[in-house]
């Protein structure tokens, strides 16, 4: 298994300190990177310190962790800040509801004691071909706000329309234009927007979430 591209890490949060070294090493002797936190709260705290700089990888975290912050409040409290990284539950055969409630709130998968190499290896590579596909995401949807961005006001007015599915006589009418107005409009948001047919044009400005503004 290989973990790339660096650096991917796989945190392990676990209050068992043995659980964590064995995670570890079994992980490392799989080509990937590892780092423990013996608590919730201690991973909150650096997921949070690291917003600025997302942190890379996916957490695999014990869901029943007694005397602080357990897996599903870990979870929540990570969507409330918005820390987007894919987390595995690491659940006893009793806790198997509690980590159902987790998958519910935003969680990848989760797993059951006792599990195998084979099982964890197979979620974590998983977890990787999601977080790759959320990076991927993100940046056409960066990439296509920052193009939206370069439009005019009105521009960007004309090319919401047509993602509304109006005609260009439509939008002519609607923003008492004449037909050639809007033509030269369209022209220019295309140019603008570096694409070739209004298809592109289109599918940069739904990734962008032009769809939904007012």
Do not use: W
């Not at 920052?146 to 005609?167: C, D, F, M, T, Y």
């Amino acid at each position: 298994m290989t973990c790339a591209p660096e650096p991917f890490i796989i945190y392990v949060v676990d209050d068992d300190e043995a659980v964590r070294q064995s995670v570890c090493v079994l992980l490392e002797a799989n080509g990937c990177q590892a780092r423990a936190f013996e608590n919730g709260e201690d991973f909150a705290e650096f997921a949070q310190s690291s917003e600025k700089d997302p942190i890379a990888g996916c957490a695999l975290v014990d869901v029943h962790m007694p005397g602080g912050m357990d897996g599903l409040m870990l979870l929540e409290k990570l969507r409330h800040h918005r820390i987007s990284i894919p987390i595995i539950i690491v659940t006893g055969q009793g806790d198997v509801s509690m980590a159902v409630r987790a998958m519910k709130a935003g969680a990848l998968d989760f797993i059951e004691k006792p599990y195998d190499e084979g099982q964890i290896i197979g979620l974590i590579e998983a977890a990787k071909k999601h977080y790759l596909d959320s990076m991927y995401v993100e940046r056409r949807r960066s990439g296509a706000h920052q193009h939206i961005a370069k439009l005019p006001p009105r521009e960007r007015e004309v090319l919401q329309l047509l993602v509304a599915g109006l005609s260009n006589k439509l939008i002519a009418q609607r923003l008492d234009l004449s037909p050639r107005t809007v033509e030269a409009y369209r022209a220019s948001v295309m140019d603008r927007l570096g694409v070739r047919s209004l298809a592109e044009a289109v599918r940069i400005a739904l990734l962008a979430g032009l769809d939904n503004e007012g």
